[in-house]
């Protein structure tokens, strides 16, 4: 059931894997909010990717109904954190976080 | 019939619920109509139901089930035998003419509705407490007239005094209460069962219980009665209970509610049938008490007080009684004493309310003239409680002493003694309240008069029964030439345990008027001493005798539980409030609240508000959670 000939479901695990590390990379090294965002939904899709293989593995086509509520909730998400980070940028005049470090006692 | 049994206390509580939230605006004799009404469809109720049990079985009537708890199992159900229904009959009778009593007696006060509602709502506790056909639901009843007797010594609790007294007669019966669960527990565990019926009427479970666990289990229901029935050691809250109004004494306090543990006892007879040991306790410690009682009384001043000891005088009496196994006999005593006790506080009442409520004999005086019926009846109350013949007290007096007399001389000659000193106090209570000269102020004398109609008329119902009420238990010598002897005793028959008398006609006769000339001497010596003589009552500080003292004090009662209870449990608790309050309860809860915040000011620095330092504590929380899985 290979979709294209000579790669194997392990090869779409791994790709994921590749891309779900670097987005953890990206969000602990990165100090800019919206490329840490950005990171995030490249976890996401990198999540997407693995239940895609799965359900295409198993023939299930579960996963991939998955899929596209992660890809909805994802889109609304990403409505309300760019929202979000516009609002920081006009009240604080910057999206870096080491600068953003209220959230404390 | 099973409905009608049904009816007789819910009218009570009908009368009850609507006084306390349906009475406001409505006008005070309504309220009492409605409150002496209810009393009175009762009274109808259980006439009619006591007549079918003249010649009925007695019947269980179930009205609905209470607890099921895997194999503890109680209805609420009532018991129809000649014992309850006897005492229906004159519970609610009296109680009838009380409230009636009462419209007259309380019309001033601010309370009128309060005290109406109060009052039927004890008749209904009263009436559960009779009709209860298991110890659980007796109990319901019992715990109930309880409260209804605290909440109506406390009637006037503007009064320190009368609070102070109405928790007293709390407490004191909740130490008797706490024997009568104990009892309850261990009949239960023995027989499986609560219930009369099937502990003693239609079944004798109670053989489940013998030897040291009946005695046990029958002494510690007898300190249940004990406490309900002011018996040594626990009769010191009845005298006190004379802080409320007077026809709350009458009723609660003298005619039906401290009988309750008579009833009890009589309705266990069973039991203490098995138990030799604890009849004999129950006799000793009616027999003290009668002493007590008897001699204490000789002493007061306090019109009320003189009765609340005779009353506790003669409780003892029919404890006595129940201890020798003349069960029918006590309940005898307990009606003939319902009628002329209840008739002597409400002539107490009466004498009170002309006297504008002064209680004290020392004040009064020559009321003969002022109040005739008031005096007349009085007259008939008190020679009833001293045994005359043909009045109440004779019949079922004398056949306490014939018991007394077959089974235990000591114990007679005690009585006699206890019954003497009766005749001696009532007597004197009743010349220096009635006889010689006005000794009180003279806005008193001016506002001397009698009571109106509405108080005097159960006075005169309750002194003719108190006249005949003694002919349901003739005695053989009397009885036998007129055909009707010891009809109670023949209804009670197979309710309760026999004891028949084995005496003569012949020396019957002979100890009736042994009983009668030693009662008779000592009318005539408080004759001579109190009207001839015309002496008057020592003032408190006159007193000088040693004997006197003890006797004016109660015998030092109250002052050897403050001494030895209160004042202990005082300092313990002064100790305590000292020492393990502060110490260990607050430094407790104040330790964990400063245990909280030490805590979280040291837990606070990690969170420093760097974005990536929680990322970084989220992702090694969700690695290590990975590891830890695998």
């Known amino acids: 059931m290979e979709l294209i000939p000579g790669v194997t479901t392990e090869h779409y695990l791994v790709l994921s894997l590749i891309l779900f590390c670097l987005g953890i990379f990206g969000i602990l090294y990165r100090r800019n909010a919206i490329l840490m965002f950005m990171c995030v939904e490249l976890m996401l899709n990198a999540s997407n990717l693995a239940l895609v293989a799965f359900s295409r593995m198993w023939g299930d086509t579960g996963g991939q109904v998955f899929v596209f509520f992660i890809m909805v909730v994802a889109a609304a998400e990403v409505a309300v954190g760019l929202a979000i980070l516009m609002l920081l940028y006009r009240n604080m005049g910057t999206t870096q976080t080491d600068v953003l470090n209220k959230m404390k006692w | 019939m099973e409905r009608l049994v049904t009816l007789i206390p819910l009218f009570p509580l009908a009368g009850f619920l609507y006084i ?70 004159f519970i609610t009778g009296v109680a009838f003419l009380i409230h009636v009593y009462s419209a007259g007696y309380m019309h001033d006060d601010e309370g009128f509705n309060r005290f109406f509602a109060y009052l039927n709502l004890f008749v209904f506790f009263m009436l559960i407490l009779v009709l209860g056909d298991s110890y659980l639901t007796m109990f319901v009843g019992w715990e109930g007239v309880g409260l209804c007797s605290y909440m109506l010594i406390g009637f006037w609790y503007k009064d320190m005094r009368n609070n102070d007294a109405a928790k007293k007669a709390f407490i004191v019966n909740r130490i008797g209460d706490l024997g009568f669960i104990l009892g309850m527990v261990l009949v239960f565990i023995y027989c499986g069962t609560l219930s009369f019926g099937e502990l003693y009427i239609m079944d004798t479970a109670i053989s489940g219980l013998h030897g040291e666990v009946a005695t046990a289990a029958a002494i510690l229901l007898f300190v249940g009665a004990m406490g309900k029935s002011a018996q040594i050691p626990l009769h010191t809250w009845l005298p006190d209970a004379m802080a409320g109004p007077t026809p709350v004494s009458a009723l609660i306090h003298a005619a039906t509610m401290v009988t309750a543990g008579i009833y009890m006892v009589a309705r266990s007879s069973q039991l203490f049938q098995m138990s030799e040991t604890a009849s004999a306790v129950v006799v000793i410690a009616g027999l003290l008490t009668s002493l007590l009682g008897a001699t204490i009384a000789l002493t007061q001043n306090d019109i009320k007080k003189v009765l609340a000891y005779s009353t506790v005088s003669q409780l003892g009496f029919m404890f006595v009684a129940l201890g020798m196994g003349a069960y029918t006999i006590a309940v005898f005593h307990v009606i003939t004493h319902a009628f002329f006790k209840a008739l002597l506080f409400l002539g107490s009442g009466s004498v009170i309310h002309a006297m504008g409520g002064e209680q004290d004999i020392r004040r009064m005086g020559g009321l003969k003239s002022h109040m005739p019926v008031t005096y007349w009846t009085f007259l008939i109350g008190t020679i009833a409680i001293c045994g005359i013949f043909p009045f109440a007290g004779f019949f079922s007096k004398d056949q306490i002493l014939a018991h007394a007399l077959e089974h235990n001389i000591p114990v007679f000659a005690l009585l006699m003694l206890a019954s003497m000193g009766t005749a001696f106090y009532m007597f004197r209570m009743f010349y220096l309240t009635f006889h010689g000269h006005f000794r009180g102020s003279h806005e008193q004398e001016h506002h001397l008069h009698e009571s109106p109609r509405v ?176």
């Not at chain 2, 409505?26 to 259980?46: D, K, Y």
């Not at chain 2, 030439?481 to 345990?497: A, Q, R, Y």
């Not at chain 2, 030490?598 to 969700?622: C, F, H, K, M, P």
Request: overall charge negative.
């Open chain 2, 20 to 89: 306390t939230f349906l009475s406001k605006g409505l006008s005070r004799s309504f309220v009492g109509t409605v409150g002496a009404g209810a009393i009175l469809l009762s009274f109808v109720a259980s006439v009619l139901v006591f007549s079918t049990q003249l010649h009925g079985e007695p019947v269980v009537v179930k009205v609905f089930d209470w607890i099921t708890a895997g194999s503890f199992e109680v209805d609420f159900a009532f018991l129809v035998d000649p014992l309850s229904t006897i005492y229906l009959l």
């Open chain 2, 455 to 630: 108080m005097t008329i159960p006075l005169v119902v309750l002194a003719v029964l108190s006249t005949v009420g003694g002919f349901i238990g003739f005695p053989h010598a009397i009885g036998e030439s007129i055909g009707i002897h010891h009809w109670l005793d023949h209804f009670l028959e197979n309710t309760v345990v026999m004891s028949y008398s084995t005496l003569s006609a012949g020396s019957e006769v002979i100890l009736a008027v042994v009983a009668m000339a030693a009662a008779a001497v000592m009318i005539w010596y408080a004759f001579s001493v109190y009207v001839k003589k015309g002496t008057r009552a020592l003032e408190d500080d006159e007193v000088e005798s040693q004997a006197h003292r003890l006797l004016a004090n109660k015998y030092w009662f109250d002052e050897l539980y403050d001494a030895t209870i209160r004042r202990p449990a005082d300092a313990l608790s002064g100790w305590l409030s000292r020492l393990v309050e502060p110490r260990m309860i607050d430094g407790a809860v104040e330790g964990s609240g400063r245990l909280t915040r030490w805590s979280g000011e040291a837990v606070r620095t990690i969170q420093n508000g760097s974005l990536t330092t929680y990322l970084l504590a989220i992702i090694a929380g969700v690695i290590l959670m990975l590891i830890w899985l695998n």
